[in-house]
């Protein structure tokens, strides 16, 4: 699928099973999607790409009225202007995310998520690993289960975990942890609150400014 980017700011992605991956491209001015469908019997693909106003919106998944004895999936490819903001709608299956400059929301059921790069990130993640980094604005994590892991964040950042290992490191601003249970390592941020941690480890290393903990 392909569609003309000029006058879009925002790509809306709303995907079911299969393997996401993201490539933002400077200086490109169409928006291009290659889907691997893989499908069993006689199945009805939903797959469509419609732009209203600024937005393009990406559709990609199947007819949910069906039970399926083998579970079909949709892997996307898809590349788009490097400043052209993303809200994705997901439901299992990997992500990656790079080369986006832009303001970057995640909605993620499962699998894991992979971005490099992005202004403000909003992330919804309910179980799979997180790894993020090199992003220039703040960051919003909300993770079911999972470990984590952020390098390079531009901004404040907040994460509210619920269980795995956690590690975060350069990150340009204060950082607010609410976590479950697993390991804390923190060094390298303008400020540290734990406002909660259940059980695990806790290392922390070079906090340029205030540090609570409960």
Same mark, same amino acid.
């Given at each position: 699928?392909?569609?003309?980017?000029?006058?879009?700011?925002?790509?809306?992605?709303?995907?079911?099973?299969?393997?996401?991956?993201?490539?933002?491209?400077?200086?490109?001015?169409?928006?291009?999607?290659?889907?691997?469908?893989?499908?069993?019997?006689?199945?009805?693909?939903?797959?469509?790409?419609?732009?209203?106003?600024?937005?393009?919106?990406?559709?990609?998944?199947?007819?949910?009225?069906?039970?399926?004895?083998?579970?079909?999936?949709?892997?996307?490819?898809?590349?788009?202007?490097?400043?052209?903001?993303?809200?994705? %709608? !997901? *439901? &299992? /299956? #990997? =992500?990656?995310?790079?080369?986006?400059?832009?303001?970057?929301?995640?909605?993620? +059921? @499962? $699998?894991?998520?992979?971005?490099?790069?992005?202004?403000?990130?909003?992330?919804?993640?309910?179980?799979?690993?997180?790894?993020?980094?090199?992003?220039?604005?703040?960051?919003?994590?909300?993770?079911?289960?999972?470990?984590?892991?952020?390098?390079?964040?531009?901004?404040?950042?907040?994460?509210?975990?619920?269980?795995?290992?956690?590690?975060?490191?350069?990150?340009?601003?204060?950082?607010?942890? %609410? !976590? *479950? &249970? /697993? #390991? =804390?390592?923190?060094?390298?941020?303008?400020?540290?609150?734990?406002?909660?941690? +259940? @059980? $695990?480890?806790?290392?922390?290393?070079?906090?340029?400014?205030?540090?609570?903990?409960?």
């Amino acid at each position: 699928l392909q569609i003309d980017a000029n006058q879009i700011g925002t790509l809306v992605a709303e995907t079911a099973a299969g393997d996401l991956n993201i490539q933002g491209v400077d200086g490109l001015t169409q928006i291009m999607v290659t889907a691997d469908i893989y499908t069993y019997g006689d199945i009805d693909t939903n797959l469509s790409l419609k732009q209203n106003g600024s937005t393009a919106t990406l559709v990609a998944d199947f007819d949910s009225s069906i039970n399926f004895k083998r579970s079909p999936y949709i892997d996307l490819t898809i590349q788009v202007p490097s400043s052209m903001m993303l809200d994705i %709608d !997901d *439901g &299992s /299956g #990997d =992500i990656e995310i790079k080369g986006v400059a832009a303001n970057i929301k995640v909605d993620d +059921g @499962s $699998g894991d998520v992979w971005i490099k790069g992005g202004n403000n990130l909003d992330i919804q993640d309910g179980s799979g690993s997180v790894d993020i980094s090199n992003t220039t604005g703040k960051l919003t994590l909300e993770d079911g289960s999972g470990s984590i892991s952020l390098q390079g964040i531009g901004g404040d950042t907040h994460i509210d975990d619920g269980s795995g290992d956690l590690s975060v490191a350069n990150v340009n601003g204060t950082v607010v942890i %609410d !976590d *479950g &249970s /697993g #390991d =804390i390592d923190v060094e390298n941020t303008l400020g540290l609150s734990i406002i909660e941690s +259940g @059980s $695990g480890d806790l290392s922390v290393d070079n906090i340029n400014g205030s540090v609570s903990m409960h």
